[in-house]
């Protein structure tokens, strides 16, 4: 592969993800960076086709990029655009400060990639385990019915409804809720487990057996806490795009949950990964570019975007880069905790 195939690759991938039309020699000659005939332009086009790089959707048609074209470029030719310093400042306001609680950031991250890109965002969100509980309610709604609503330091609200065998008295939920805050106040989420629930079932059961259940629950939203949230905005974007399938899209939706397993792989920078080089990933003609996020130097979650192949990287990639960036700074607390990093230093490697 000479420089000259390289340049000729380039300017395919530029003029498809353009126009989203099969691209010709005609089209590429007229380029101001490609100083070479088009007889030599078709020769060079055909031998990336051969390669595997392109490939001729239609008989006498122009050429398109395959998946495997779309890596070379990425990995090898493409140089990210800089973000301008005022389109910095237009993220930070839609991101918002330091006093913005953690979950929201994240949540305005994505919805800032899905506005910019027009394509859906993607966020798995470890921040609640980095947390402690601050406060646990229970919450008389009914006849023998209480809600417990469970709120950590990040802002992450969790309640769950548990029916009694019988209708606590005053004394009764004053008691067990003196209980949970001496033991749970302030305890990290991520030190929560099956044991310390254990204890405490047993210690209020010696006090009430009926009371054991108001514990199960606060052990099942911890658990929730615990697990890795991934959510999906702006699927209508994936929907309405021409270039995927539906029902891929449908069903992908549907079991959004494999992607988990694709994002808790350790990796730094950003990562560009196409549909059809993993089964948690199952949308034909789809990629997905994503960055880690930090907490105090600690892997938090992923945020990225989910488009069709031909989307603009060179445009995209900056702006999750600097999302990510941005949002492991005012997560943390001081600088010296986030790892630098510009878009030159991404992993686009499957």
């Given at each position: 592969?000479?420089?000259?195939?390289?340049?000729?690759?380039?300017?395919?991938?530029?003029?498809?993800?353009?126009?989203?039309?099969?691209?010709?020699?005609?089209?590429?000659?007229?380029?101001e960076n490609i100083n070479v005939s088009s007889a030599t332009i078709r020769n060079?086009?055909?031998?990336?086709?051969?390669?595997?790089?392109?490939?001729?959707?239609?008989?006498?048609?122009?050429?398109?990029?395959?998946?495997?074209?779309?890596?070379?470029?990425?990995?090898?030719?493409?140089?990210?655009?800089?973000?301008?310093?005022?389109?910095?400042?237009?993220?930070?306001?839609?991101?918002?400060?330091?006093?913005?609680?953690?979950?929201?950031?994240?949540?305005?991250?994505?919805?800032?990639?899905?506005?910019?890109?027009?394509?859906?965002?993607?966020?798995?969100?470890?921040?609640?385990?980095?947390?402690?509980?601050?406060?646990?309610?229970?919450?008389?709604?009914?006849?023998?019915?209480?809600?417990?609503?469970?709120?950590?330091?990040?802002?992450?609200?969790?309640?769950?409804?548990?029916?009694?065998?019988?209708?606590?008295?005053?004394?009764?939920?004053?008691?067990?809720?003196?209980?949970?805050?001496?033991?749970?106040?302030?305890?990290?989420?991520?030190?929560?487990?099956?044991?310390?629930?254990?204890?405490?079932?047993?210690?209020?059961?010696?006090?009430?057996?009926?009371?054991?259940?108001?514990?199960?629950?606060?052990?099942?939203?911890?658990?929730?806490?615990?697990?890795?949230?991934?959510?999906?905005?702006?699927?209508?974007?994936?929907?309405?795009?021409?270039?995927?399938?539906?029902?891929?899209?449908?069903?992908?939706?549907?079991?959004?949950?494999?992607?988990?397993?694709?994002?808790?792989?350790?990796?730094?920078?950003?990562?560009?990964?196409?549909?059809?080089?993993?089964?948690?990933?199952?949308?034909?003609?789809?990629?997905?570019?994503?960055?880690?996020?930090?907490?105090?130097?600690?892997?938090?979650?992923?945020?990225?975007?989910?488009?069709?192949?031909?989307?603009?990287?060179?445009?995209?990639?900056?702006?999750?880069?600097?999302?990510?960036?941005?949002?492991?700074?005012?997560?943390?607390?001081?600088?010296?905790?986030?790892?630098?990093?510009?878009?030159?230093?991404?992993?686009?490697?499957?």
């Amino acid at each position: 592969m000479d420089g000259r195939k390289l340049k000729i690759l380039a300017a395919v991938v530029d003029e498809y993800v353009r126009t989203g039309e099969p691209v010709g020699s005609k089209a590429i000659s007229k380029l101001e960076n490609i100083n070479v005939s088009s007889a030599t332009i078709r020769n060079d086009m055909a031998a990336l086709e051969q390669m595997g790089y392109l490939e001729q959707p239609h008989t006498s048609a122009g050429r398109i990029p395959t998946f495997a074209g779309y890596r070379l470029y990425i990995d090898e030719i493409m140089t990210p655009s800089d973000l301008p310093d005022e389109e910095k400042s237009r993220l930070d306001e839609m991101l918002g400060g330091k006093d913005t609680p953690e979950e929201l950031l994240v949540q305005n991250a994505a919805a800032a990639l899905t506005e910019i890109t027009q394509c859906a965002a993607v966020v798995t969100n470890a921040v609640p385990r980095f947390s402690v509980i601050s406060k646990v309610e229970v919450i008389p709604t009914g006849k023998r019915l209480y809600v417990i609503l469970l709120i950590t330091s990040s802002g992450s609200i969790k309640n769950k409804a548990c029916r009694l065998e019988f209708d606590l008295s005053h004394e009764q939920l004053e008691f067990f809720t003196k209980y949970v805050e001496e033991n749970l106040s302030g305890v990290s989420v991520d030190e929560l487990s099956d044991e310390m629930f254990d204890k405490m079932v047993a210690a209020v059961s010696a006090y009430m057996v009926s009371l054991s259940p108001l514990v199960r629950g606060i052990c099942e939203l911890s658990e929730d806490l615990r697990q890795q949230e991934l959510t999906i905005s702006g699927g209508e974007k994936l929907l309405s795009c021409e270039d995927l399938d539906k029902m891929e899209v449908v069903r992908f939706i549907e079991h959004k949950d494999e992607l988990s397993e694709l994002l808790e792989g350790t990796f730094s920078g950003i990562q560009v990964k196409f549909g059809s080089e993993s089964d948690s990933f199952a949308i034909g003609n789809s990629s997905l570019i994503v960055s880690k996020y930090r907490k105090d130097g600690k892997e938090a979650g992923s945020l990225g975007v989910i488009g069709p192949m031909r989307v603009d990287y060179k445009k995209i990639i900056p702006y999750v880069d600097y999302l990510t960036q941005k949002i492991s700074y005012l997560m943390s607390e001081s600088e010296g905790d986030i790892i630098s990093g510009t878009v030159d230093d991404y992993d686009s490697k499957p």
